[in-house]
Nanobody, 126 residues
Framework: QVQLAESGGGSVQAGGSLKLSCAAS????????MSWFRETPGKEREWVAT???????YLRDSVKRRFTISKVNADNALYLEMNSLQPEDTAMYYC????????????????????WGQGTQVTVSF
């Protein structure tokens, strides 16, 4: 099965931008629906964005106008481009993969995924 490795996190000031990458190995991302989640201490891991196996993107309302999710099969990678970052975006960001195209209700929940990366930290300061 596929293995995932995130990169691209860092520290930026509010209003800045970052692009996260999730490199896949062991299988092709083309057969997976993939998502980004984020987690802050003391809170549950929350869904941020999904791109399904057909290539259709979905984003949570709070990031919809600022973030872009993409999956490039030639790179065998998933990306999250984040613009106009705000302090509330500070979190550990994780990518996840689910084989095929599970139902939407599963794709926005952590229980819909068995494959996770190790995470990359994003810190946004005032």
């Amino acid at each position: 099965q596929v293995q995932l490795a995130e990169s691209g996190g860092g520290s930026v000031q509010a209003g800045g931008s970052l692009k996260l990458s999730c490199a896949a190995s062991g299988d092709t991302v083309a057969v997976y629906s993939m998502s980004w989640f984020r987690e802050t201490p003391g809170k549950e891991r929350e869904w941020v964005a999904t791109i399904n196996v057909r290539g259709t993107p979905y984003l949570r309302d709070s990031v919809k106008r600022r973030f872009t999710i993409s999956k490039v099969n030639a790179d065998n990678a998933l990306y999250l481009e984040m613009n106009s970052l705000q302090p509330e975006d500070t979190a550990m960001y994780y990518c996840a993969a689910a084989a095929g195209n599970p139902g939407w209700q599963l794709l926005v929940q952590t229980k819909g995924y068995k494959i996770w990366g190790q995470g990359t930290q994003v810190t946004v300061s005032f």
